[in-house]
């Protein structure tokens, strides 16, 4: 197998970018563009030792799964990856990466992932659904403007201005952007070289009340005739704010700190369910609001309130969760790092009625242990107050400070919402060695005709393997249980730290200087007779490794279970 060969392959599986695979002489070859199924010609573009990438010639014979697809650009488009698939076949690959991710990142056994996972949330119709764009501005071959979207991992841009999952009103737009500027001399602004003013069109449309925010991010400090502009964008029906962002950077990063009005309002407004939000050009909010509806019903079911509970909302944007959640919580606190989306949650709970929730600027990292170091010292021995903790993080995941808090402050449920099931399965994984288990998994298609996939996994705490029940009667009398005795012996219970795996470890580290594998943790524990159910997983290691601790090692664990009263 070599570069330029041509070759015949038969595309058996799909990989996560969407790519079609199939084998040569059992040489595997990831193909852009062929479907599962699809019998294609292609030629060889890179060979690795093992594998290859090549590019689609031609599809000799079809796949039953192929589509036409509906914008003209889907293959150039780095936007979607999978137009050409049937949306029944796009969810199932939806449903086996998130599944896959946590079956081999997370960890979570096979046979539970049968029992947790719930059939994949699809739409109707997985077109025109987007609710925002950011469409980078710049000029063609001959030098007139165009706006588009990126080729695929590159920063050129394919003139359209008619995105198919986008809405409609974006055309026209775009298109009175281009005329204005065209007729104002208003140039485009120049990645490589660093000018020109205009260098994206931020769109927002609300679902419910077709409320439209056009902004315009700048290379510069002001727009000249954003009079004119807005006199003719405000014609547009819907049209509610005209905003530009100064973004004089050299960088990738779209959006500039800072918004300026140009007409109407800086926000807009739109409905989920019933709650009413506003919404800032540089707030994060959820771009499918048909399936937001459902993202947010799998996370609110998830988490199990009755109206009791404590609930926080870590990453909450504009607290958009959070306020679906304080309907049914006794409090809720929101933390998120953007100032303005903040700002945005406290007003959108004040529209809403909203007086259960209370909203924090910060890291989540630094906000939830600094909350809980301090409630520690304040309340010693009491359990910190979180009866469901929900994260909805970017891509990246949580920030391990976050997971090792969330885990000491015991919530009965953390329902982890994402939209990078890799990451997430990272972040289960580490919650499982923690002493919590996934009982519930579903996945929402946020995003048709694309790879990415949004998951929301509720985890529990593990409890201890066996529950006694016994039966008392409480009052006065024999056989009877008085009830001012339970409240004195309730009053006196201060539990204990939960000792994990990891304090054991960091403790071992730090006294003696080496790293010691939770398998010889979990050894010592059952030579010593302790229960292990904190960590379900390291009986599975123990299976497989099979590993042994040496007696210095084992010494030192039992130095760190004395240490921390275990034993
Ligand atoms: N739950 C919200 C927002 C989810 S997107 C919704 O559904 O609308 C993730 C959010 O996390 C963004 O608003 C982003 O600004 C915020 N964010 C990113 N890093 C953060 C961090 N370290 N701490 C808190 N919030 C963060």
Redesign the pocket.
């Known amino acids: 197998m070599k570069k330029n060969d041509l070759v015949k392959v038969q595309i058996e599986d799909m990989g996560v970018g969407g790519e079609g695979i199939g084998k040569v002489d059992g040489f595997t070859l990831f193909i852009k563009d062929a479907v599962i199924g699809d019998m294609v010609e292609a030629r060889i573009m890179k060979v690795k030792k093992n594998y290859g990438y090549a590019r689609l010639i031609k599809v000799c014979r079809p796949s039953q799964h192929r589509m036409e697809p509906v914008c003209p650009y889907a293959r150039k488009c780095g936007g979607c990856q999978l137009q050409e698939l049937s949306y029944e076949k796009q969810l199932e690959f939806k449903e086996n990466k998130v599944r896959g991710n946590l079956l081999h990142i997370g960890g979570v056994p096979d046979e539970l992932l049968s029992r947790a996972m719930e059939p994949i949330a699809g739409m109707k119709y997985g077109f025109r659904y987007r609710n925002k764009a950011q469409f980078p501005v710049g000029v063609d071959k001959e030098g007139k403007l165009m706006t588009g979207f990126y080729a695929g991992r590159t920063h050129s841009i394919i003139s359209n201005t008619d995105c198919a999952v986008g809405v409609p009103v974006n055309k026209e737009i775009r298109e009175c952007i281009l005329d204005f500027m065209e007729e104002y001399g208003i140039r485009a602004y120049n990645e490589e070289q660093h000018n020109g003013l205009v260098r994206h069109i931020l769109t927002r449309c609300g679902f419910r009340t077709k409320e439209i925010m056009v902004c315009l991010v700048i290379n510069g400090e002001t727009l000249p005739y954003s009079e004119v502009l807005a006199e003719r964008l405000s014609q547009i029906r819907g049209m509610t704010s005209i905003t530009v962002s100064v973004n004089k950077e050299k960088t990738n990063v779209i959006m500039g700190p800072q918004i300026r009005p140009v007409w109407g309002q800086t926000y807009i407004t739109d409905f989920i369910g019933d709650v009413k939000y506003q919404i800032s050009p540089l ?4 771009v499918n609001p048909v399936q ?1 509806e459902q ?2 019903g799998v996370a609110l079911e998830y988490a199990g309130l009755t109206g009791q509970e404590t609930v926080w ?10 306020l679906f959640l304080a309907r049914r919580a006794k409090w809720v606190y929101g ?4 100032p303005q ?1 903040i700002h945005d949650a406290r007003e959108n709970a004040r529209i809403n009625g909203i007086k259960n929730a209370e909203f924090y600027t ?6 939830l242990p600094e909350y809980y170091r301090r409630y520690e010292k304040e309340h010693p021995g009491e359990k910190a107050y979180a009866d469901v903790i ?1 994260v ?3 891509r ?1 995941g949580c ?1 391990e400070t ?1 997971l090792r808090t969330m885990a000491d402050m015991r919530p009965e449920r953390i329902v982890y ?1 994402s ?1 990078d099931s890799a990451t997430m399965a990272r972040d289960v994984k580490y919650l499982r060695e923690e002493g919590y288990e996934v009982e519930r998994v579903r996945a929402v298609d946020m995003f048709p005709q694309t790879v990415s996939v949004e998951t929301v996994v509720m985890l529990s705490h593990k409890k201890p393997d066996s529950v006694i029940n016994v039966k008392v009667e409480f009052g006065e009398g024999e056989g009877k249980v008085p009830l001012d005795n339970i409240a004195k012996r309730a009053a006196a219970y201060k539990p204990k730290e939960r000792v994990t795996y990891k304090m054991i470890k960091e403790y071992i580290e730090a006294k003696y200087g080496f790293k010691v594998h939770t398998a010889y943790i979990a050894e010592v524990k059952r030579e010593l007779g302790l229960p292990m159910y904190d960590a379900s997983n390291a009986e599975e290691e123990l299976k497989q490794l099979r590993k042994h601790p040496t007696a210095e090692k084992a010494e030192a664990i039992k130095d760190a279970l004395k240490h921390f009263e275990v034993i």
Request: charged share 20%; aromatic share 10%; net charge negative.
């Open positions: 707030s994060f909010y959820q937001t993202l947010y909302d870590l990453y909450c944007g504009i607290g958009t969760i959070s933390v998120e790092i953007v989306a910060g890291r989540a990292e630094d906000v929900v909805d993080p970017p990246k920030d976050l919402v939209c």
